[in-house]
Each structure stands twice: as C-alpha cells, then as structure tokens.
C-alpha cells in the first residue's frame, strides 16, 4: 500500500483525495475525499486574471486540505490544476500560494493530459461489469472545459474543449452582473450553438461516434443524476455507476433552464455552489448525449481525482 493524496484544482471546484492506493490489486481506498466550491475561474473568460477573492478563497481551501494530508501521513502528493489556471494571465501568484501551502508546484496541465487521467479514474473498476460494452467515451464536464476521450483498456484519441457550466454560465446566462432568473430563449439557443460548435471540434479529433458506452463525470453530471433519483441529499454511493437515460436528462434540462434560482435552491441534493450553473451543465450533458446518440449515461463519482492518485501510486 502507498498512502497518497490528490489535489485538482478546478474551474469551479477544487478537491482532495487522500487515499491507499495497492496497484497490484487495482484497489484504491478512500480515507478522505472532500470538495470545495471555490470558483477558481470567476471572470477569466472577460478578464483574463484570476480575480484576488478567487484565489483566496482557494488558498483556504488548501490550507484545510494541508492539515488533513499532514494528518492522515501521506507519502506522496500531486496538485494539479486545470482551466481557469491555464488561461489567466496572473497564474504566477496562484502557484507561489500553493507552493507556500502545501510544500509542492502545481502542475497546469494540458487538457490532453487532464483526458488521460479522466478516462483512467473512471474506467480503472469498470472491466467485467455486465452491458458496458467498450469502447468507452469518457466526458468530464467541468467549469471551465470539457475532456472528450475514447479508449477501451487505454486512450485512443483525446480533446479538450473550452465549453465548461461556469464558462457557459458566465458567457451567455449574466447580465448586468447577475445571472438570468431564469434564461431567456435567446440565451439558451445562444449558449447551445456555443456547445454545439464545441462538438464539432471534438468530433475532428475524438470518434465521438463510436463510442458504445458513455461514461460522465464531474459535478454536473453527478448533480443531475442526483436530481434523477430525487435524493434527499447527495448520496455519492447512490450516483456512482448509476445510469440516467436521455430523456431524462432532457427532462431535468428542460426543468433546470426554466426555474428560479430559489426553484434550483430548493433541490436538497444540490450544492449551493451549483445553484446558478447547473442549467448550464445539464444541457451541455444533453447536447453530448444528442450528437452521439446515447440512450443513456453511466455516472461515475471516481474521475480525474482517482487518475491523479494512481498516477503516483
């Protein structure tokens, strides 16, 4: 057994996984695994800067975390970051905070990578399950981007795509600095069109067609399966390796674009922090299911995080 810990920095969240990786069974056991909404990525897309109360409430977040790695005796950690960390102008000052926090660089990855360890983290414990035919397509939707990656037992073609539930959210729901209460049709067409052109570059790199299962991770995609089940609160033993078929995610889309922030709020399995962009998130789920005519899609709680830490296992 290695005792490891993962960080991944995201858009809109930011997680740790602290767990015993034995990569000669293939097992990986949780000691610690916690989320953070932080909202890295609010207002890259129109400024080009990670905002200062965005990087400390992200620096915060990695002090809690420091405490709880240093508790547990992990021997290895690895922080990566993604999107919003790839595109901002000032990301020096984000990796000078985590270097001073936690004793290690973050690694901004490419989205090509950030796809490796995707399809690793979700597809590690699917082998043998019954009705999952391969190849798989691997969608994690997050704030920022988008990783589409086909593979059976290893990744046969990757792309990452800058169409993510906070960026969507921030581009086509927010006016006069507030979201949209809710969208308008133009919005929404408008917001469509932008995911759909995002497809198509995915399709030019990614076989988004031949695909037989379709395998969705990240905070978008375990909230509408939470919505699907109508849990009374997030039940992440429930959502992994659930199934939601199209028409309901057509369903809860349709729903989520047509409510109220207090409708949304009300949801008891739903973070707060996914409030006002999970319409956003949801029709992007439905967009992807669409265009690769998939009846349905396998939820996986174990994603990009679990990737991180087999990585170093």
């Known amino acids: 057994m290695t005792r490891v810990a993962a960080v ?16 000669a069974t293939g097992e990986l056991t949780d000691l610690d695994r916690r989320m953070t909404i932080v909202r890295l990525g609010q207002g890259v897309d129109r400024t080009g800067r990670l905002a200062p109360e965005a990087l400390e409430r992200t620096f915060a977040a990695c002090r809690e975390y420091a405490g709880i790695i240093k508790a547990h005796g992990a021997e290895r950690l690895r922080f990566v970051a993604t999107s919003a960390s790839r595109d901002a102008e000032n990301r020096d000052d984000f990796v000078r905070g985590v270097l001073d926090i936690l004793g290690v660089e973050p690694e901004v990855i490419s ?29 994690d939707i997050g704030g920022g981007s988008t990783e589409f990656v086909v593979g059976d037992d290893h990744v046969r073609a990757a ?8 960026r969507m959210t921030e581009r086509h729901l927010v006016r006069d600095g507030a979201v949209t ?12 069109a932008d995911i759909e052109a995002a497809l198509d570059l995915a399709g030019r790199t990614v076989p988004l067609g031949e ?23 997030y039940d992440s033993a429930a959502i992994h390796h659930s199934r939601v078929s199209r028409d309901r995610v057509r369903e809860i889309t349709d729903w989520l674009l047509a409510s109220t922030h207090a409708e ?46 087999w990585s170093i296992a």
């Open 264 to 309: 949304r709020a009300a949801v008891p399995s739903l973070h707060p922090g996914r409030v006002d962009v999970i319409a956003a998130g949801a029709l992007t789920l439905l967009a992807i299911m669409e265009r690769t005519d998939a009846t349905e899609v396998v939820v996986s709680e174990h994603d990009i995080l679990d990737g991180i830490a």
């Open 211 to 233: 695909a037989r299962t379709l395998v969705g991770l990240a905070g978008s995609v375990t909230s509408v399966s939470a919505i699907a089940q109508e849990l009374p609160r």
């Open 181 to 192: 209460d809710p969208p308008t049709a133009e919005q929404v067409a408008a917001m469509r």
């Open 159 to 166: 792309r990452s795509v800058d169409v993510g539930c906070v």
């Open 8 to 23: 991944d920095c995201g858009t809109n969240s930011i997680r740790l996984l602290v767990a015993d990786a034995a990569p």
């Open 111 to 139: 989205g090509d990578q950030e796809a490796e360890f995707s399809f690793t983290g979700a597809t590690r414990e699917l082998a043998g399950r019954d009705h999952l035919d391969k190849p798989y397509l691997v969608v």
